[in-house]
């Protein structure tokens, strides 16, 4: 996280939170969020709750362990009793809700987990914000509105239709439908983000970019869904944890924020990008039959975010970043734990 914390200088004024809850703080982007917020506001405590599913990882959260501003939770978010005890001990201001199940391909092998978790356990924390009188924020993903054509230039704005394609978006945008309704029935303040694809350091090995730089590491296939032409937006996990902490701080309650860099790649051009940053071969790649439902592009209209809260991701700062996270994996993967 070296890199990450000099890119920008630390923040106290204008942040109107002390203390908050960061839910599935030990998963990819929840780390990288704790742990970027604890160094942009030093006045800012956080509690991770977290239940460590396969998905997490105390090792995620090695240099936030050892801040006196941070205390690790282990909890689930299903679990109504756990989540109250947790906000009468913290008392937090605010509450931001990575926790999920996250892996498209396990929710098509037991989608009721994603059900349970992603839906149920979001419910669980609108109920406690409304208890205690807690700021929400959604953590959620551009999944929910399903696929564009890849022809076609469309960008999904905040007002496209839910079209979800996996019982993961789904389980997604059951829950943001929840948030929203939170707010207009109980008066909560909340407000959700949907972002596109993230890359960065602390990612499991199932996900795409971590998963070819292991099996390129090892001179294994790496294996291909389809023709390899489905198209992602791509952002890193830092860009993403500062649109969550502007619209934390400045979003509008009950509105929706798409977050999204503008990058659209092929998976099959993303792959070929990693190969030449590790110096392999193209041959290692190996075409497999495609996902059921395999999403086609997604690709956002990030112009809300960006007019009204003045966010923004840099220009030509996509190459940099991913040889980073290459160079990362490379470190975390020569030395296991
Ligand atoms: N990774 C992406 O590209 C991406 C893009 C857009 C949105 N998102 C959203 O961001 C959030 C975080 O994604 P991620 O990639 O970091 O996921 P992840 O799978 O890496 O982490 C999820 C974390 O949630 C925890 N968790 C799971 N079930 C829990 C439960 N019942 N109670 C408490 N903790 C639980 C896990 O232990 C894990 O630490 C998710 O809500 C996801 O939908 C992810």
Redo the contacts with the bound molecule.
């Keep these: 996280m070296e890199e990450t914390k000099r890119t920008r200088p630390v923040q106290s004024a204008g942040f109107p939170f002390q203390r908050i809850i960061v839910?599935?703080?030990?998963?990819?982007?929840?780390a990288n969020f704790t742990s970027l917020m604890l160094s942009w506001h030093p006045d800012l405590h956080i509690a991770g709750?977290?239940?460590?599913?396969y998905?997490?990882s105390l090792e995620n959260l090695d240099g936030c362990l050892k801040n006196s501003r941070f205390t690790f939770i282990k909890?689930?978010?299903?679990e109504k009793e756990a989540v109250e005890e947790t906000f009468c001990r913290e008392k937090p201001d605010a509450v931001v809700?990575?926790?999920?199940?996250?892996?498209v391909d396990n929710s098509i092998s037991n989608p009721s987990l994603f059900l349970e978790?992603n839906v149920l356990?979001t419910g669980v924390l609108l109920d406690a914000a409304v208890r205690h009188g807690v700021r929400f924020h959604q953590?959620?993903?551009?999944e929910v509105y399903g696929d564009l054509l890849l022809e076609c230039s469309e960008r999904f704005t905040e007002n496209s239709p839910l079209r979800p394609s996996s019982p993961y978006s789904a389980s997604?945008a059951a829950a943001d439908l929840l948030v929203l309704s939170y707010c207009r029935t109980y008066g909560i303040k909340a407000t959700i983000t949907r972002?596109?694809?993230?890359f960065g350091a602390y990612?499991?090995r199932e996900?795409l970019i971590p998963k070819v730089i292991w099996n390129a590491l090892h001179g294994l296939p790496i294996p291909v869904y389809g023709n390899g032409l489905n198209v992602r937006e791509w952002i890193s996990a830092e860009d993403h944890c500062r649109a969550v902490e502007s619209v934390l701080a400045h979003g509008e309650s009950g509105r929706i924020y798409n977050v999204g860099s503008g990058v659209e790649i092929s998976n099959i051009s993303l792959i070929k990008q990693l190969l030449s940053i590790l110096g392999k071969d193209e041959s290692l790649i190996e075409y497999v039959p495609d996902r059921p439902g395999h999403d086609l592009r997604y690709a956002l209209d990030s112009s809300r975010i960006r007019e009204e809260l003045g966010f923004s991701v840099p220009e030509d700062s996509f190459h940099r970043r991913l040889e980073e996270a290459a160079a990362f994996y490379r470190r975390a993967f020569s030395h296991p734990s």
């Design positions: 839910t599935g703080a030990a998963g990819f982007i929840g709750f977290d239940s460590l599913t998905a997490g909890g689930d978010i299903r809700n990575f926790a999920a199940e996250s892996h978790t356990g953590v959620s993903t551009d997604k972002c596109t694809n993230n990612q499991h996900k």
